[in-house]
């Protein structure tokens, strides 16, 4: 739920047995086209921290549009003051700073 987010096509569960980073390994230099296989949604637990990946497009070709996905971390789980969602200024501001931190992990991978 949550006004952020959405259902932007397909969305595939992947949470049955499927890993998402052997599945990227495994596709490490592959052509554009094989990572359409990728599409979906996927449960990654990060540090203890359940998160579900959605992966909603995938960039065809070097020319194409970048690939398209969204993170979804429930409130619940992080525990950040419901304050932080009300009004807009806060919301960037939260989704901003969960950007920053979700990059920061992806780039230590």
Do not use: M
Not at 12 to 26: A, M
Not at 30 to 58: H, M
Request: some cysteine; charged content about 30%; overall charge positive.
């Amino acid at each position: 739920g949550g006004s952020y987010g959405g259902n932007h096509g397909r969305s595939e569960d992947r949470s049955g047995g499927d890993d998402l980073e052997s599945k990227l390994r495994g596709l490490d230099r592959a052509n554009y086209g094989a990572y359409k296989q990728c599409v979906g949604r996927w449960e990654v637990n990060t540090a203890g921290l359940p998160v579900s990946v959605f992966i909603d497009n995938v960039q065809s070709d070097p020319f194409a549009p970048p690939s398209k996905f969204r993170v979804r971390v429930s409130q619940k789980e992080v525990q950040y003051p419901v304050e932080w969602t009300k009004g807009r200024v806060r919301v960037r501001a939260l989704c901003d700073y969960l950007a920053r931190r979700v990059n920061g992990l992806i780039s230590k991978g």
